[in-house]
């Protein structure tokens, strides 16, 4: 009649469709069939791509209610697919259906190559590919979407449970847990794998406790892939080689997703304990990255290749968190290669490393951080408790707020070491910042022959060395080591640098100079308790032996005691009610 054959098989009891282990079950090709309430079990696919189901040809569709796919398999060398295989045209509805112990060369459950599946409330459990695929392999330019499923102790040799080659994929309060493959392979659930217009969406539900050799979740290989995350749990995860979470090389947006104790093995240190990030544009809003620890990898967050990362807020204004991670270099975040990051709106905060304690920026990469709040991140042995910037490009600051943080060595709040390097400070506050063996820069250390710019920021009094240097006595909360030009304007510097709580002949700004330094000092405000000529407010050193002459130039710089400090009001930004003690949180406190 032209129109397609319609056939339900509707159990009433316990029925099951065996292959026997002999047989593939049905073969439907312009036909509508229903299944409701049947168990499939023990169907023998002896050809790639036949399965216990095979659905082929325009209007062909298959229709589960209620199923049960158990224990079908292949046999012969490198057989596809023992459940169900899909072509062009083809369309598969699945509810409330269970695909369990199921085995294959790859994707033992479901092949898809241009037809189109929607199931709700089904559950994956136990099947296993002994090469590739663990459930499933979508491909062709299908529409799929999985809701309110559960993907559950699956097993792999190579590709995750789930490859994804091209088309669009939505999964929406999905579970993917406990899900494992080959420790030298990757990746534990996603294979994200594109001809240029694959796109997987995730919207809520939990990825934990999945494991690979790379990328405990997704590895998003092609740059012409895409995957979207918003409202995902991805906890507990874990990478032998690689990535506790997620590598991408494509086009990456997570919106309010809380990353948290997952785990990397690696030792390069261009890894990133939960994400990698190697190429095109990655965003993350309003997201919390926590509790990452790896053996020995680089951080929570690496950005290499020539990536572009915009880290911040979400549209209803919830800031994004990056908080108690830590590495051995760079706890929270690395940037690499010729990488470009925007960070902004963003708490990043109690993170740790050897050596640069919440963010390391290295090679030709460039760095721009605005309304952000670092607080008490520290180093444990190396320097720049807040970041170390050891990059050729640029660093923006902007209308930052950093507290509390400390260096084993170097710049408490911040390092910069490198040559041709350029570092913005706009409008941003420094409290209680320190370092433990270097006296020089407890607040900024910069040795580097690059730029410096200081505006509109202000120092408060209590930033200071713990222990001290006996060869270094004296304290300074800026120190340069033969900068090339440098300006500081506008800006406020509250109290004297200090030495385990004592007075030194150290300054607020201290300068080891040659001949191309070039310092410009213009309408900055000096407040102290102290008297003026135990300290300086800018002191200048050259090495022994040499000969230099600095260009040193000071412009309406005006110095107030604390008791006189009501004269400056008009001039410090958002300053109330100051005492003898210091200034009203609303002032120094969080921004």
């Keep these: 009649t032209g129109e397609p054959v319609k056939l339900t098989f509707k159990a009433e009891g316990e029925v099951s469709f065996s292959g026997n282990d002999a047989h593939t079950i049905m073969a439907i090709n312009g036909a509508d069939v229903t299944l409701e309430g049947i168990k499939v079990v023990k169907s023998v696919a002896k050809e790639t791509l036949t399965g216990a189901f095979k659905v082929s040809g325009a209007n062909s569709k298959l229709t589960l209610k209620g199923c049960s796919v158990i224990e079908n398999y292949v046999e012969g060398d490198k057989i596809l697919c023992s459940c169900f295989a899909l072509s062009e045209g083809a369309s ?18 479901l092949y898809v190559d241009g037809a189109n599946v929607n199931m709700t409330g089904c559950r994956f459990e136990g099947n296993y590919s002994s090469a590739e695929v663990g459930v499933m392999l979508l491909e062709g ?3 799929s979407s999985f809701t309110d499923c559960e993907v559950i102790d699956n097993h792999a040799w190579t590709y995750g449970m789930i490859q ?21 392979k990757y990746p534990g659930v996603f294979q994200l794998d594109s001809d240029g217009s694959g ?10 406790g999945n494991q690979a050799g790379n990328c405990g979740v997704a590895n998003q290989e092609a740059t012409g892939a895409e995957l979207v995350m918003t409202d995902v749990v991805i906890k507990d995860n874990y990478g032998a080689n690689g990535d506790g979470a997620i590598w991408s090389a494509g086009k990456c947006t997570l919106t309010r997703c809380t990353i948290s104790n997952n785990t990397s093995g690696a030792t390069d240190k261009k890894i990133g304990q939960s994400l990698t990030i190697c190429g095109q544009e990655f965003a993350m809003y309003g997201c919390v990255i926590e509790n990452t620890t790896g053996k020995s990898s680089s951080n929570a967050v690496a950005i290499t ?22 590495a051995d270099w760079g706890g929270a975040v690395t940037l690499s290669g010729t990488s470009e990051a925007v960070i902004y709106d963003t708490d990043i905060i109690g993170n740790h490393a050897k050596g640069a304690g919440a963010i390391r920026i290295v090679d030709n990469t460039s760095l721009t ?40 060595n170097e710049g408490g709040a911040i390092k910069v070491d490198r040559s041709s ?8 506050t420094f409290k209680g910042n320190y370092n433990q063996k270097q006296p020089a820069g407890t607040t900024i250390q910069i040795n580097n022959n690059g730029s410096f710019a200081m505006n509109n920021c202000t120092i408060a009094d209590d930033t200071y060395s713990e222990t001290g240097n006996a060869d270094m006595p004296a304290v300074s909360w800026l120190s340069f080591d033969k900068p090339n030009k440098m300006w500081f304007s506008n800006n406020t510097f509250i109290g004297v640098p200090r030495l385990n709580g004592e007075l030194t002949n ?16 213009v309408n900055n405000i000096v407040v102290t308790d102290e008297q003026e000529n135990v300290w300086s407010f800018c002191q200048l050193d050259q090495t022994i032996g040499k000969d230099y002459t600095p260009s040193v130039y000071l412009y309406h710089t005006k110095y107030s005691k604390f008791e006189n400090v009501s004269a400056c009001e008009s001039l410090i930004t958002s300053m109330e009610n100051p005492t003898s003690s210091g200034f009203s949180k609303n002032s120094f406190g969080d921004l």
Excluded at 92 to 106: E, K, Q, R, V
Excluded at 164 to 183: E, P, Y
Excluded at 421 to 428: I, P, Q
């Design 92 to 109: 598969l509805t699945a509810t409330d259906c269970s695909f369990i112990g199921n085995t294959a060369y790859s994707a033992p459950v």
């Design 141 to 143: 330019d299908q529409e």
């Design 164 to 184: 994804h080659v091209a088309g669009n994929t939505t999964f929406t309060n999905c579970d993917f847990k406990n899900n494992g493959i080959n420790l030298s």
């Design 199 to 208: 796109k997987v969406t995730i919207i809520g539900g939990e990825c934990s």
């Design 305 to 326: 290749g020539d990536a572009r990362v915009t880290i911040g807020s979400d549209s209803e204004g919830n800031r994004s968190v990056i908080r108690n991670n830590s």
């Design 369 to 408: 951080l605005t309304d952000c709040v670092l607080k008490n991140n520290y180093t444990t042995g190396g320097n720049g408790g807040a970041f170390a910037f050891e990059s050729t490009g640029n660093c923006y600051c902007n209308r930052c707020h950093f507290e509390g943080n400390y260096a084993q």
């Design 421 to 428: 390097s350029a570092m913005f400070l706009n409008a941003c």
């Design 506 to 521: 150290g300054g607020l700004v201290r300068i080891w100079f040659d001949d191309e330094t070039e310092a410009h000092f």
